[in-house]
């Protein structure tokens, strides 16, 4: 059953190099209004598991007091490659703060299909602009770690909570962004004549409590998310998971999968989960590459 | 007019099916690209579509493995068989989603004074691009029994950056026997300081390997990147360190030389050596012009 969308996926593109025209081309231009929003799993709470795989399936509970994100380097371009328009120096967010934020808008912009659209959380610099969800002392711990992501948060089950704040020093490209528009895959955005585009470069704050890299292609082996071993790797007991703790820690492979892709610990898990939070116009994806 | 796109839905349905999408493209991808390389080879020009070429086809067991290895857990491992059954191997151009991780913190300091490379990789859409080359047939190896020469394969000029090296069963070749109808069979001691030597027996079915690579085939391990402009040699290095990483030996029962201890299914012991078999940083693939 596979088979129509794999075609579509492998020959689509062919046939764009091929060099035909631009069937949406419509004449005019529209504007695109980049936004990010965290959803209601980081601006409220993840929930423990009520029996629908929609929390974490081991009984815990996620709240997050920060979620710092910098946004860069987002890029309109269309099939040949020619660039509508591109974002100039970051951005510094705060997905906690409740609302769809504003990143950038690009007006003007020629009504076609723009392809390849792509962004990077990147870590913070000098340079980088603070936004209203932000303040300067994130900036400044985000600067002083060199970090792209920040997440300051609590656990709950039961009686126990562990508080957690990680950092990641990595910088992330997400290319080719595609999501699902009316029912179909559509590769970056479609401008039509005088319309204005939201595209929401949604950041997905249940990731990082992934235990696989990539879905088992066994159906009958889910992903979820978990807390206990995360929790577990705080090996002094002192209410607080660091990174640290978590990369002392093996990964618990009875409960986890990398999937082919060698994380060793529960630090380098997590840190590979890291890079997957970026997504394109809620559940839409983009390929991953570091920077 | 203003088209909002808020399609958060915190359902697992949802999050599930994201989640699929992932490796249908990287399916996809192989399966297209495969293709592909029919396409070329038939046309058998040297324009963008690339000649095609003989590729000899050889495995060997990694240098640094050849003696001993250490995990990353401090147990020094000795391998007496490490038995394979494979499928068919392809050699793509895309690159491979291995990346290296700058910052080294606590248990990988370890991991560096043991002398183990940490490299990670990142999740997301492998994209092997265009199939430039395979090796068709099915075989087996025992990697302690020297080096083997596989069936030929052939493909087209041009880059190789990626490929997929795959598990077949039944068995067939060489060494069918001493895979003993298995996907892998390895059999070995491991040595801790203060601990009681393990001797122990490994073995995995294509199921439990398929658990963490569909079919049994570990997608997009590194082939050295090269141009490849003539017929030639591909060499398939594999690093049985790699599948006993994560294996917690003492949950293995000490056994002896004449009565190894077999890791019993659904323990600790064979899922991380299962996992292990699927990890695409345990097989590497380089070409040399013959």
């Excluded at chain 2, 997608?219 to 917690?248: I, M, Q, R, Y």
Aim: hydrophobic content about 40%; charged content about 20%; glycine content about 12%.
């Amino acid at each position: 059953m596979f088979r129509p969308l794999i075609l579509g996926v492998v020959f689509g593109p062919g046939a764009v190099a091929c060099g035909s025209d631009d069937p949406t081309g419509s004449g005019g231009s529209g504007t695109v209004q980049f936004t990010t929003w965290g959803e209601e799993y980081i601006e409220d709470e993840i929930p423990a598991d009520p029996g629908d795989y929609s929390g974490f399936v081991d009984g815990w509970s996620v709240t997050y007091d920060k979620f710092l994100v910098n946004i860069q380097g987002i890029t309109v371009a269309d099939a040949s490659g020619k660039v509508g328009a591109a974002m100039q120096g970051s951005k510094l967010f705060d997905n906690t703060v409740p609302g769809v934020k504003s990143v950038i808008d690009f007006p003007g912009l020629e009504a076609k299909a723009w392809t390849h659209v792509s962004y990077q959380i990147a870590p913070v610099t000098a340079a980088t602009e603070l936004t209203a969800s932000a303040t300067q002392a994130d900036k400044d711990l985000m600067l002083q770690g060199g970090y792209s992501l920040y997440v300051d948060a609590t656990a709950t089950k039961d009686a126990v909570t562990k508080h957690f704040a990680w950092g990641f020093a990595i910088g992330t490209e997400y290319k080719q962004c595609h999501s699902e528009q009316d029912g179909r895959d559509e590769e970056g955005l479609v401008v039509t004549n005088n319309s204005s585009l939201e595209a929401q470069l949604t950041t997905h704050g249940d990731h990082l409590y992934y235990d696989r890299l990539q879905s088992s292609p066994d159906p009958a082996i889910q992903t979820s998310l978990r807390f206990d071993a995360l929790a577990a790797a705080d090996a002094n007991d002192d209410g607080e998971v660091t990174l640290q703790e978590l990369d002392a820690k093996p990964l618990d492979v009875v409960h986890y999968d990398p999937s082919g892709l060698g994380a060793a610990t529960h630090g380098a898990f997590v840190t590979s989960l890291a890079r997957t939070v970026g997504h394109f116009r809620g559940e839409g994806e983009c390929t991953i590459a570091s920077l | 007019m203003t088209l909002r796109f808020n399609a958060f839905d915190p359902s697992k349905a949802r999050r599930a099916a994201r989640l699929s999408t992932l490796s249908v493209l990287a399916f996809a991808g192989l399966l297209g690209t495969g293709l592909v390389l029919e396409a070329c080879s038939a046309d058998g020009g040297d324009t963008t579509s690339g000649k095609r070429v003989v590729l000899h086809t050889r495995v060997d067991l990694e240098p640094s493995a050849a003696s001993s290895f250490t995990t990353a857990t401090g147990w020094k491992v000795t391998l007496t068989k490490a038995a394979l059954a494979t499928g068919p191997f392809y050699y793509f151009d895309g690159p491979p989603p291995l990346v290296r991780r700058d910052e080294q913190r606590g248990f990988q300091y370890a991991l560096r004074f043991l002398g183990i490379a940490v490299a990670h990789a990142h999740p997301g859409h492998y994209q092997a691009g265009n199939a430039m080359g395979e090796m068709l047939e099915p075989y087996s190896i025992d990697l302690l029994a020297g080096t083997a020469d596989f069936p030929d394969g052939d493909g087209i000029t041009g880059t190789f950056r990626s490929a997929r090296f795959s598990f077949g069963t039944p068995p067939t070749g060489p060494a069918a026997g001493a895979v003993g109808g298995h996907a892998a069979l390895t059999e070995g001691k491991a040595e801790k300081d203060g601990e009681s030597t393990r001797y122990f027996r490994a073995s995995a079915e294509l199921a439990d390997i398929a658990k963490s690579a569909a079919e049994g085939h570990v997608e997009g391990c590194e082939f050295h990147e090269v141009n490849v402009g003539a017929d030639g040699l591909v060499t398939v290095l594999v690093n049985p360190s790699v599948w006993f990483n994560l294996v917690d030996f003492t949950l293995v029962e000490p056994g002896s030389e004449a009565a190894p201890t077999e890791f019993a299914a659904g323990t600790q012991p064979q899922i991380a050596f299962a996992q292990g078999l699927a990890q695409l940083s345990a097989y590497k693939f380089t070409y040399s012009a013959q």
